[in-house]
């Protein structure tokens, strides 16, 4: 399976989708570019950024291609605790997320050792760990500034 190099590099979606085994349709492709340029956006910000463009996209065909995105590997769903769904399309690396208590913004954070899984656990209780998901939680510099 093909996967996409980040964002900023990141191949024309219709080669990506074909390379994946999805049928190249407009609101793919949309919900493809859409993320390119805004990483870690939630379905709802997928569905307003593409509503602006595709008026008739509806919110059910951004959920499905973003569904199928994941499926297919070529999209990373984050879920942070008390906060919407997540989508990246950086997806082949083992990063982490920093995300804002105040505002939800969400930086990635590089692994620390550069693969999975990230962090040994004290104890493996006999299984085959595969990946350490870490998320820190911290407030951006805009909200510590406003919380002073
Ligand atoms: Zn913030
Ligand atoms: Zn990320």
Known sequence: ???PSLPATHPAAADVL??????????RTA?????????????????ADI????????RQSVYNALSDFTAAGLVRRIEPAGQPMRFELRVDDNHHHLICTGCGAVEDIDCAVGH????????????????AEVTY????????????
């Open 51 to 58: 509503e602006q463009k595709l008026p008739r996209t509806s």
């Open 18 to 27: 074909r390379g994946a085994g999805l049928r190249v349709t407009e609101s």
């Open 137 to 148: 939680w911290g407030l951006c510099p805009s909200c510590a500034a406003e919380a002073a």
């Open 31 to 47: 919900v493809f570019e859409s993320l390119a340029a805004r990483p870690h956006a939630s379905a709802d910000a997928v569905f």
């Open 116 to 131: 999975a899984p990230c962090l040994t656990p004290a104890t493996t209780h006999g299984y085959a760990i595969s990946t």
């Open 1 to 3: 399976m093909m996967t």
